[in-house]
Every structure is written in C-alpha cells, then in structure tokens.
C-alpha cells in the first residue's frame, strides 16, 4: 500500500533534500506505519466511543 506515493515521495525530497534516498524511503515507510496507526485508533475510537468517553471524562454540569 502506498498512499499518494509519489507524492509523498516528492515532498520528503523537497523537506529532506540532504538525506540520501535510502534514508527517504525509512522515513516514507515510518511514515505510513504512523498513518496506519492513525487509521486503526479512529476505528478503535468509533467502535468504544460512547464507554470510553464516559470512563474517561467527568461530565459536571455548570
């Protein structure tokens, strides 16, 4: 999988310009794991949103 990969690709070559293309593509690939994860605690977060919220916050009326 590879999100807007080339893209992606350009960006990290316009911010990283000193970096080899070796070093780019661990940080591409870092990058998407990092979005992935995202994607999966929205998911989680959906799914227990009601419960959670409860146990998390404390509700007081002002």
């Given at each position: ?22 070093e ?37 009326k002002?």
């Amino acid at each position: 999988m590879g999100y807007r990969k080339s893209v992606v690709r350009h960006n990290l070559k316009l911010a990283f310009p000193e970096k080899s293309e070796a070093e780019r593509l661990i940080i591409e690939k870092k990058s998407y794991h990092h979005l992935c994860d995202i994607f999966m605690e929205m998911i989680k977060t959906m799914r227990n949103a009601d419960k959670e919220i409860q146990e998390r916050f404390k509700f007081v009326k002002v």
